[in-house]
């Protein structure tokens, strides 16, 4: 299994307040993604990176940001949590020469 | 903009028996990847098969294999001798390489729902 964690795997958290997730490799791939799944949507893309300090926006960045300071870390970070970020979060890492995703085992955020 | 469509939401089989899903995208391009994930309840995304575009034959992996149509825009996959294991949401996704900017996007389905039944 590809060395990924994600860190917390729960969190509940009230509305307003800031909440980090946070991505760990130990596989040294170049591109990291940070997606949220909800019933009905399937895994959308909220950001992803390709490189150290290369990050760029998915389909539903609005509420988030990202960081991404050294190869094996990438931050998500919502800065004023909303109920409707409440959802479960993956991580993914790839790397060019094969193109095929691995997924960390996910983070379920609630936001109350 | 690609888009991908699982036009089955839940799908049930019983064991030992045969079972397709289907998946079909829309793009324009003509150099792309597709995938199929597996999330059984554990909620691990699992990779379970990926085709390239430019690749004729259909990727195979055990019992597992796809039925890739380019010009139709269709890959379904297809399990064989269904396993009570195998019951899982299956997602499929796209995935277009941009060697000039060094971005893969990922474009995900919104998953299809299987059940094994004993």
């Known amino acids: 299994d590809a060395g990924i964690t994600q860190s917390p795997r729960h969190k509940v958290t009230e509305t307003g307040t800031p909440v980090t997730l946070r991505c760990h490799q130990t596989?040294?791939?170049?591109?990291m993604y940070w997606y949220r799944q909800d019933p009905g949507h399937g895994l959308r893309l909220i950001h992803y990176?390709?490189?150290?300090?290369?990050?760029d926006k998915g389909e539903v960045s609005d509420g988030y940001s990202v960081s991404r300071s050294k190869t094996e870390d990438f931050l998500l970070t919502l800065e004023s949590a909303t109920s409707s970020q409440t959802s479960v979060y993956f991580c993914?890492?790839?790397?060019?020469?094969?193109?095929?995703?691995?997924f960390g085992p996910g983070t379920r955020l609630t936001v109350t | 903009a690609q888009t991908v469509t699982q036009s089955q939401p839940e799908m049930s089989v019983q064991e030992a028996e045969t079972v397709t899903l289907s998946c079909t995208y829309d793009?324009?391009?003509?150099?792309?990847?597709l995938f199929w994930y597996k999330q059984p309840p554990s909620r691990q995304m699992i990779l379970v098969i990926r085709?390239?575009?430019?690749?004729?034959q259909n990727a195979t992996e055990n019992r597992f294999s796809v039925n890739f149509q380019k010009a139709a825009k269709s890959f379904s996959l297809k399990i064989s001798d269904s396993q009570l294991g195998d019951t899982a949401m299956y997602f499929c996704?796209?995935?277009?390489?941009?060697?000039?900017?060094?971005?893969?996007?990922?474009?995900f389905g919104t998953g299809t729902r299987l059940k094994v039944l004993a």
């Open positions: 993914a890492i790839s790397e060019s020469n094969s193109y095929e995703q691995y």
């Open positions: 596989e040294n791939h170049r591109y």
């Open positions: 990176s390709y490189g150290v300090k290369d990050t």
């Open positions: 793009t324009s391009e003509n150099n792309y990847y």
């Open positions: 085709q390239e575009a430019y690749k004729q």
């Open positions: 996704a796209f995935m277009k390489p941009n060697p000039t900017s060094g971005t893969y996007k990922y474009i």
